[in-house]
């Protein structure tokens, strides 16, 4: 287990909070929890804050895929299972790139943030999020 994995953060509808070994990351994220809004995830967005991004929630786990068609900026995906477990991360995704990123089964939550953004934190499978759609299941509790 995580070092802090045990104590609960102060948690917001509009903050992811990532954690691990390197430390703790909050993020403003607009929350993407209807399915239009999952569709539409953050295509023809030309630019978003360096501690921005949007977190898709779905209403139980799935296996989680995306794309980048008419996405005009670089994303880090992090996929997160029931209890905010990191299990896949794809880093700088294309603009633009029809291609599938496959973020595998059991994911109930992708957070996607600037491409390049996970590297430069440190953030690695296993860490941990934290936000109150994860509810009881939540590896990191919130306050």
Known sequence: MLAGAAQAV????????????????????????????????????PQMGTMEGMLFVYPEPTHATFWMRNTLIPLDMLFFDETGTLTALHENAVPMDETTIDGGQGVQ???????????????????????????????????
């Open 109 to 143: 939550y992708v957070l996607e943030i600037n491409g390049g953004m996970a590297r430069r934190l440190g953030i690695e499978e296993g860490d941990l999020m934290a936000h109150p759609a994860l509810g009881e299941d939540a590896a990191l509790a919130c306050e």
């Open 10 to 45: 102060t948690c917001a509808e509009d903050r992811v909070i990532v954690s691990g070994d390197w430390g703790q990351a909050a993020f403003r994220a607009e929350i993407a929890d209807e399915p239009a809004e999952r569709s539409q995830g953050l295509m023809n967005v």
